[in-house]
């Protein structure tokens, strides 16, 4: 199977951790680190990827992304995952991949979930990652599934572990089904709806979660300053915007919280068609 | 296919549900109802009337209030249950329609929720291997911890200091080598 793991990251050539972290876990295969031409560390990161025969370094025009791609407001901010993850989308298409699994970099560690004598447990994932990712992948080609994403610990809490129909911080992504990222800020939940509202079919498996750094004021880089820059309210305002019809605030003790309802249509057995 | 490794002995609840945990996953395929619902049932059209009759009463020009009344049509609540619901009873036709427009997917052969249970074996293959291996390693290290306290009990009752630092250090190769394969 001809896939890559494609690493978004800004700012952190020696601070970014998941081209480290998926290695320890045994993943071979190919890496590129998707880098935009207006990162001062650029330099840095050629010398990060002479460490690894088969890490890449892939630097995108961010310019033109801009210009091709839908923010979502009339004064578009540079520093957002969205032309990094389109970036990444085009070139596994352009370089021939018929799967991309697309990552931040700011990943810790992975951990396989599974269910023991009535209990929810982990076990750290140090060895196997290609046989994992393999079985991921033979699941989408054998199947209409255009994106299966990684859960994390959220995803587990309640004593369940809850599948969910949007993508987030890692990705498997089939190359020929294209979706278009869309939207500067909560760009993984916008793209999930339009593309599953349009006939994509998205699904997060509950397998292994991904773990990261909780981000020190020391570590520069990412999206932390747009987050902080930006209130939850106006955030999640960039949701609502895209769906009004399925997505709404709720408020609670503690803010706003993303509410939504009517959201995916469903999957049903093809054995309901008439013929 | 409704759940994968359910629990047929855990506890329940006073709600008749299940208290321990069970990998009650879903594969996300819905399973339609069996009475066909009402059409209008299958979407809300309260905020788009709404909108549609300030638009109509509104003093813009007539291209305005065309672009308007195409915006309003993205509050238009569909309810996709109900949508899946109609959709396995209606004409052939109509279900033809309906995929085109994206208000159902398919899952073609059932190949996502067969698809889901071989993947759920090879992940149950995975897991065990790496719980395996984590085992060996606990014991290998505890093995490793039990002869370096007997080393150091010998030792002490050795005379010679360089006899000492010679058993010392063929031990401490022995380990290293040992370590050096449980990181590999």
């Known amino acids: 199977m001809n896939y890559a793991v494609f690493i978004c990251t800004h700012g952190r050539p020696y601070t970014q951790t998941t081209w480290k972290v998926l290695r320890d876990c045994g993943y071979t295969g190919d890496i590129i680190l998707m880098i935009d031409d207006e990162d001062d560390s650029g330099k840095d990161y050629v010398d990060v990827a002479h460490q690894d025969e088969k890490?890449?370094?892939?630097?995108?025009?961010?310019?033109?992304?801009?210009?091709?791609?839908?923010?979502?407001?009339?004064?578009?901010?540079?520093?957002?995952?969205?032309?990094?993850?389109?970036?990444?989308?085009?070139?596994?298409?352009?370089?021939?991949?018929?799967?991309?699994?697309?990552?931040?970099?700011?990943?810790?560690?992975?951990?396989?979930?599974?269910?023991?004598?009535?209990?929810?447990?982990?076990?750290?994932?140090?060895?196997?990652?290609?046989?994992?990712?393999?079985?991921?992948?033979?699941?989408?080609?054998?199947?209409?599934?255009?994106?299966?994403?990684?859960?994390?610990?959220?995803?587990?809490?309640?004593?369940?572990?809850?599948?969910?129909?949007?993508?987030?911080?890692?990705?498997?992504?089939?190359?020929?089904?294209?979706?278009?990222?869309?939207?500067?800020?909560?760009?993984?939940?916008?793209?999930?709806?339009?593309?599953?509202?349009?006939?994509?079919?998205?699904?997060?498996?509950?397998?292994?979660?991904?773990?990261?750094?909780?981000?020190?004021?020391?570590?520069?880089?990412?999206?932390?300053?747009?987050?902080?820059?930006?209130?939850?309210?106006?955030?999640?305002?960039?949701?609502?915007?895209?769906?009004?019809?399925?997505?709404?605030?709720?408020?609670?003790?503690?803010?706003?919280?993303?509410?939504?309802?009517?959201?995916?249509?469903?999957?049903?057995?093809?054995?309901?068609?008439?013929? | 296919m409704k759940q994968l490794f359910k629990d047929e002995n855990a506890k329940k609840n006073p709600m008749g549900e299940d208290t321990k945990y069970s990998r009650a996953i879903r594969v996300p395929q819905y399973e339609p109802s069996k009475e066909k619902p009402k059409l209008e049932a299958v979407y809300d059209l309260q905020k788009y009337s709404k909108l549609m009759a300030k638009i109509k009463k509104s003093n813009v020009s007539e291209d305005e209030k065309k672009f308007l009344q195409f915006a309003a049509s993205r509050h238009i609540v569909f309810n996709y249950s109900k949508i899946a619901d109609y959709y396995a009873h209606a004409s052939a036709e109509m279900q033809e329609l309906m995929e085109e427009s994206a208000l159902v997917i398919l899952d073609m052969d059932d190949a996502i929720a067969n698809g889901y249970v071989a993947l759920s074996e090879k992940m149950k293959q995975l897991i065990e291997e790496e719980k395996e291996r984590d085992k060996n390693a606990r014991e290998a290290k505890d093995i490793l911890k039990k002869q370096r306290e007997l080393m150091e009990k010998k030792s002490k009752s050795e005379k010679s200091p360089s006899e000492k630092k010679q058993k010392r250090e063929e031990f401490e190769k022995v380990a290293e080598a040992v370590e050096g394969e449980e990181d590999e």
């Open chain 1, 55 to 275: 890490l890449s370094l892939h630097i995108f025009s961010k310019e033109l992304y801009m210009l091709a791609n839908d923010s979502g407001t009339d004064k578009p901010i540079r520093n957002t995952h969205l032309y990094a993850w389109n970036a990444c989308e085009n070139i596994a298409r352009m370089d021939g991949y018929e799967y991309a699994i697309i990552v931040d970099d700011d990943l810790t560690g992975f951990r396989y979930r599974y269910e023991e004598e009535g209990h929810l447990k982990s076990q750290p994932i140090t060895k196997n990652f290609d046989k994992l990712f393999e079985a991921h992948l033979d699941y989408m080609e054998n199947s209409n599934i255009s994106a299966l994403s990684v859960a994390d610990a959220r995803n587990y809490i309640g004593g369940q572990a809850k599948y969910g129909r949007n993508m987030n911080t890692m990705v498997f992504r089939k190359v020929k089904d294209v979706i278009e990222w869309k939207s500067e800020m909560y760009e993984e939940m916008v793209t999930s709806l339009v593309a599953q509202q349009t006939g994509s079919f998205i699904f997060q498996p509950t397998f292994f979660q991904y773990e990261t750094k909780t981000m020190s004021k020391n570590v520069k880089g990412g999206m932390e300053e747009i987050y902080n820059s930006k209130s939850v309210f106006n955030r999640s305002a960039y949701v609502v915007m895209w769906h009004p019809s399925c997505v709404s605030f709720d408020a609670n003790n503690t803010g706003f919280k993303l509410r939504k309802d009517n959201a995916f249509p469903k999957l049903i057995s093809s054995s309901c068609k008439k013929i």
